[in-house]
């Protein structure tokens, strides 16, 4: 019972980061926000800072563990929150959640496509149901019908920002013998080296964005509690219940999300929104309980939440 509250608890406390995409557009760049939630991170983490810096010298050795770690950090940490951010400029929260979801359908296609693994029938069904949930979802844009077809910039990003944690989640492993709070910590290092290009010529173009005190509570909510706490929660679940079970608990993310949005607004869901969610969340079930080794990284993505969200 206590991995599931951990896990349930993990998911809430993600579900606010699709909320916020929204909430802080109008007031901080999707950079500077992706940049201070886990500058926020890393100055948490330093405690772990001497050990994982002095493991990083037997990744240094091995070209393949530097070129994934690389990867893993650009897609995961530089990367992912900072096309959310962009998505939920001109997508709703739901939207953003539900797309999100959607993740092992892409990562079952990569497997399969890139690496050429062999995929089940039935999972190929869950990924077709999926997508058919992505795009019922995109193309009528909160409407009840495909004649109101009007394809959101905000969904696509979205949707770019999936397939990045699709190909995160295939690359990522965690070197043996590292502990999982140094691991984030050098994935943070290398992930906020690849955003600081980014950042810098922002300000340089056009100024820092100022920080209220809503944009500081929201970085500081999306530093501590998104990025660690949850993090925390999520990999203390896998030890008690298992990966494939704890993994289950993600689908519930639009549905926390939502509960906010209805809570802070009473918003109501529009009847192709609860189509898409029924879709999208009943391929991914079928993806996840029929994982085999082609689909081992659908699997994987209940055990490496350590960023999308």
Same mark, same amino acid.
């Given at each position: ?145 495909? @004649? /109101?077809?009007? *394809? ?7 949707? +770019?920002?999936?397939? $990045?944690? %699709?190909?995160? =989640? ?111 969340? @009943? /391929?991914?079930? *079928? ?7 082609? +689909?081992?990284?659908? $699997?994987? %993505?209940?055990? =490496? ?5």
């Amino acid at each position: 019972m206590r991995g599931w509250l951990y896990s349930l608890l993990a998911v809430a406390l993600w579900s606010a980061n699709f909320v916020i995409a929204n909430k802080a557009s109008a007031t901080i760049a999707p950079v500077e926000l992706a940049f201070y939630r886990w500058l926020v991170a890393f100055i948490c983490l330093l405690p772990f800072a001497r050990p994982a810096f002095v493991r990083i010298q037997d990744i240094l050795k091995d070209k393949g563990g530097v070129r994934r770690l690389v990867v893993t950090a650009i897609t995961g940490v530089s990367a992912l929150n900072t096309l959310i951010y962009l998505a939920g400029k001109s997508a709703p929260a739901v939207d953003l959640s539900l797309i999100s979801v959607a993740s092992p359908a892409f990562i079952v296609a990569i497997n399969c496509l890139v690496f050429r693994r062999r995929v089940r029938s039935a999972t190929w069904l869950g990924v077709g149901m999926a997508m058919m949930g992505c795009v019922w979802l995109i193309g009528t844009d909160g409407t009840s019908s495909l @004649a /109101g077809l009007k *394809v959101s910039m905000g969904d696509l990003l979205m949707v +770019t920002a999936s397939i $990045t944690f %699709a190909v995160y =989640t295939v690359v990522q492993r965690v070197p043996k013998g590292m502990a999982d709070g140094e691991y984030l910590l050098l994935l943070i290092f290398t992930g906020l080296v690849g955003l600081l290009p980014f950042y810098l010529l922002r300000e340089a173009l056009y100024g820092f964005s100022p920080i209220t005190l809503d944009t500081g509570a929201y970085i500081l909510y999306l530093g501590v509690f998104a990025s660690l706490v949850a993090f925390y929660l999520w990999n203390k679940s896998v030890k008690l219940i298992g990966a494939s079970r704890t993994g289950v608990s993600y689908y519930a993310l639009p549905c926390f999300v939502y509960l906010i949005e209805y809570v802070a607004g009473g918003k109501v869901l529009s009847g192709a929104v609860v189509g898409s969610f029924a879709l999208i969340v @009943a /391929g991914a079930l *079928v993806i996840h309980f029929t994982a085999t080794e082609a +689909t081992e990284g659908a $699997t994987a %993505a209940s055990r =490496t939440r350590t960023s999308e969200t």
